[in-house]
């Protein structure tokens, strides 16, 4: 690691979110040790306070940060066709010997027929590992809900 990474990492981040940093906020993390990085759920979490979802243009997005190089990328969503994506909690679940990989994502986001009620929905996603770059990609395999899921307002 060189001098300065750290200095370098928060302006890349910064570079990185500099229309959404106002309020923005890591909500979760989970860490792959055996091929270096993390994924983070990020959100503008200004619509918490009063628990009403932004506009489609504030959604969140995930994150990798890989600990070689000390560098933050979007991971793109695949066959992502909601249009809220307010990622919470995370977990991520390996197979067949950590060859292949599921992602977990508590989302807060509106049902497709009730555009105003935010419905709680556990997203799995297959992670997609690029072996050349090691770039990831996120694809969506099921979206999974239940009106034990609640939202709690306070």
Avoid: C
């Avoid at 060189?2 to 981040?13: K, L």
């Avoid at 555009?115 to 395999?141: H, R, S």
């Amino acid at each position: 690691m060189g001098e300065n990474t750290s200095q370098d990492q928060t302006i890349q981040f910064m570079l990185m979110e500099e229309e959404k940093k106002q309020n923005f906020g890591f909500e979760d993390i989970v860490i792959d040790y055996e091929n270096g990085y993390a994924i983070m759920g990020g959100d503008n979490r200004e619509w918490m306070a009063h628990y009403t979802l932004p506009s489609v243009d504030k959604h969140g997005q995930m994150y990798k940060f890989n600990f070689i190089s000390e560098k933050f990328e979007i991971i793109p969503l695949i066959n992502y066709h909601y249009d809220h994506f307010h990622p919470h909690g995370l977990s991520l679940l390996k197979n067949n010997n950590n060859k292949e990989q599921q992602l977990f994502v508590i989302n807060h986001r509106t049902d497709d027929d009730n555009n105003d009620k935010i419905i709680e929905y556990v997203d799995i996603f297959d992670v997609q590992i690029d072996e050349n770059t090691n770039k990831i990609q996120l694809k969506l395999v099921q979206s999974i809900t239940d009106p034990l899921f609640t939202v709690h307002v306070l």
